[in-house]
C-alpha cells in the first residue's frame, strides 16, 4: 500500500497569505495525486487532480505541482473561505489519503 | 447534475451488523466504478472500498477488509455497503463518491453528504 504523508499537519495565517501544504508518497505515484478541501460537517470538495489541473469552478489562486513522490498545494493569497482542513490523495493504485492539513486563522 | 444520497447510519452496538445505501442519479451509474471514504471523529480521509462498473472486481481498505463488503444493483442505481463484526474505530461518517469523468477513475469529483455510524454500548 502506498502510504501518504503530508506537512504541517496545522498551520495559522492571515487572510492574503501565501500558504504551502506538501504531500509526499511513499513510492513514485507519476502525477497521480489529488488535493481536497473539507468545511466541517460538509463532504470533501475536489481541488486540483492529476498534480497540477484545477477542477472546474475552484479558484485560480489554488496550484498544485509536482511529481513522482513530492507535491504541493499552494494558496496564493488566502481568503476568509479557505480555512479548512486540506488533504492530499493518490489515484495511482488504491486510493489512500494524508492525513490532513489544518488552515487556521491567525 | 449528479446527485448521491446515503442512508442507513446509525447507531450500531459492538460487534453487529448495519448496512449503508448509497443512492445515485444524474448521471451513468453502470459505467463508474463507486467508493465509499470514510471520516472518523477528529481523524483524517480514509479509503474504505471500491467496486467496479457490473460488480465484479471489489477492493478494500486494510482497516475493513474481512469484515465489510460493497455491492451495487445497477437496475436500481444503487451502492451498499454491508458492515460485519463493528468496533468503535468503525464510528464515522461514511461518504460514497464517484470518479471523475467515469469508468475506474479514483478521482473523486462527487460526493454524497454522508451518512453517521455510531458504534457503542
Known amino acids: 500500500d502506498i502510504q501518504m504523508t503530508q506537512s504541517p499537519s496545522s498551520l495559522s495565517a492571515s487572510v492574503g497569505d501565501r500558504v504551502t501544504i506538501t504531500c509526499r508518497a511513499s513510492?513514485?505515484?507519476?502525477?497521480?495525486l489529488n488535493w481536497y478541501q473539507q468545511k466541517p460537517g460538509k463532504a470533501p470538495k475536489l481541488l486540483i487532480y492529476?498534480?497540477?489541473n484545477l477542477q472546474s469552478g475552484v479558484p485560480s489562486r489554488f496550484r498544485g505541482s509536482g511529481s513522482g513522490t513530492d507535491f504541493t498545494l499552494t494558496i496564493s493569497s488566502l481568503q476568509p473561505e479557505d480555512f479548512a482542513t486540506y488533504y492530499c490523495q493518490q489515484s495511482y493504485s488504491t486510493p489512500s489519503f494524508g492525513q490532513g492539513t489544518k488552515v487556521e486563522i491567525k | 447534475e449528479v446527485q448521491l444520497v446515503e442512508s442507513g447510519g446509525g447507531l450500531v452496538q459492538p460487534g453487529g451488523s448495519l448496512r449503508l445505501s448509497c443512492a445515485a442519479s444524474g448521471f451513468t451509474f453502470t459505467t463508474y466504478w463507486m467508493h465509499w471514504v470514510r471520516r472518523a471523529p477528529g481523524k483524517g480521509l480514509v479509503f474504505v472500498a471500491r467496486?467496479?462498473?457490473?460488480?465484479?472486481?471489489?477492493e478494500y481498505g486494510d482497516s475493513v477488509k474481512g469484515r465489510f463488503s460493497v455491492s451495487r444493483d445497477n437496475a436500481k442505481n444503487t451502492l451498499f455497503l454491508q458492515m460485519n463484526s463493528v468496533t468503535a474505530e468503525d464510528t464515522a461518517v461514511y461518504y460514497c463518491?464517484?470518479?471523475?469523468?467515469?469508468?475506474?477513475?479514483?478521482?473523486?469529483?462527487?460526493w454524497g453528504q454522508g451518512t453517521l455510524v455510531t458504534v457503542s454500548s
Open positions: 513510492q513514485s505515484i507519476d502525477i497521480y
Open positions: 467496486i467496479n462498473s457490473d460488480g465484479t472486481r471489489t
Open positions: 463518491a464517484t470518479g471523475k469523468d467515469g469508468g475506474d477513475s479514483s478521482i473523486f469529483d462527487h
Open positions: 492529476t498534480a497540477s
